[in-house]
């Protein structure tokens, strides 16, 4: 009974709970959480839940964070893997994937500046983050400061090369790049060595000796540089790529005479 009074008296004095929103209001609010909040939302009312799981609400949000290539690559991995075709279900599958595939690859590409990684390593840690939108990439990437560089490297090949067709692409990554962390990621430097293939010669029935091409650069250089580039990394050995070697570049190590002193 007092709580009845109570609950009456503070709708007279013109106050209204969450709950008594109209749906489309409620839809609109929920819409702007992140994903996160919107899953700590649902478990606080019944009335919450159902409209937090609404299908419409959750395509919008795989529109907003995945391109068109991405949607289609997660609702292939998806269907044979699961039953639950929803749009939820895609969204739940994409994230974990790209959360889970960062922890693998940073585990592979957690080396120190100046040491090398083999272009096979840096192939495998492409895979375990293949279709990362951008945002994940913001996310679950350039969101934590200790990211290694040659992580961040191969999210930037993934949303450069994930997407071909898309011509906007580098001017989105570069304001990432810029706006994350102050610009820090971005003047982050690598260095690539690949061994090409020899090319064939008109005047001799063989190839010309094999070549040494080096791409080196801040982050952000390799962004507005060649596309060639990319291509070469998403590839990795194979056709005329017959070797490949990255590095992040950092302060010259002390040589073991500098170390003494002399």
Same mark, same amino acid.
């Given at each position: ?15 209204? %709970? $969450?709950?008594? @929103? ?15 909040d @919107?899953?700590?939302?649902? +478990?606080?009312?019944?009335?919450l ?6 299908e ?7 529109n907003r ?10 609702? %292939? ?24 595939? !960062? ?15 083999? =272009?096979?390593?840096?192939t ?6 293949k ?8 996310? $679950? ?7 290694? !560089?040659?992580?961040? @490297? ?6 450069m !090369? ?5 011509? !906007?692409?580098?001017?989105e990554?570069?304001? &990432? ?7 820090? $990621?971005?003047?982050?430097?690598i ?21 040494? &091409?080096? $791409?080196?650069?801040? @982050? ?12 070469? +990394? ?9 070797? +490949? ?9 002390e040589s073991?005479? =500098?170390?003494?002193?002399?």
């Open positions: 009974g007092d709580e009845q009074c109570w609950r009456r008296g503070v709708r007279g004095a013109g106050q209204m %709970s $969450f709950d008594d @929103l109209p749906v489309e209001c409620t839809r609109a609010v929920l819409d702007l959480l992140h994903w996160r @919107l899953c700590s939302v649902a +478990m606080t009312s019944r009335g839940r159902e409209v937090s799981g609404d419409q609400c959750w395509r919008n949000r795989c964070r995945f391109t068109e290539a991405e949607r289609k690559q997660h609702a %292939s991995e998806a269907a044979s893997t699961s039953s639950n075709q929803s749009w939820r279900a895609l969204f739940a599958l994409a994230v974990s994937r790209a959360r889970h595939g !960062t922890r693998a690859a940073s585990a592979r590409l957690a080396v120190p500046d100046n040491h090398r990684v083999h =272009g096979k390593v840096f495998e840690a492409l895979a375990e983050i279709a990362m939108s951008l945002e994940c990439f913001v996310e $679950f990437i350039l969101s934590h400061e200790s990211s290694p !560089t040659l992580l961040v @490297l191969a999210g930037l090949v993934e949303c !090369t994930g997407n071909p067709t898309d011509t !906007t692409r580098r001017d990554v570069l304001s &990432v790049l810029a706006s994350v962390r102050k610009g820090a $990621f971005a003047e982050r430097e260095r690539m060595q690949v061994w090409v293939l020899g090319r064939l010669d008109g005047h001799a029935p063989f190839r010309l000796r094999d070549d040494t &091409v080096v $791409f080196a650069g801040t @982050l952000s250089e390799l962004v507005l540089g060649d596309d060639e580039v990319w291509r070469v +990394m998403r590839r990795g050995i194979k056709h005329e790529v017959r070797d +490949m070697e990255i590095e992040s570049v950092g302060p010259p190590r073991f005479w =500098g170390t003494l002193g002399t």
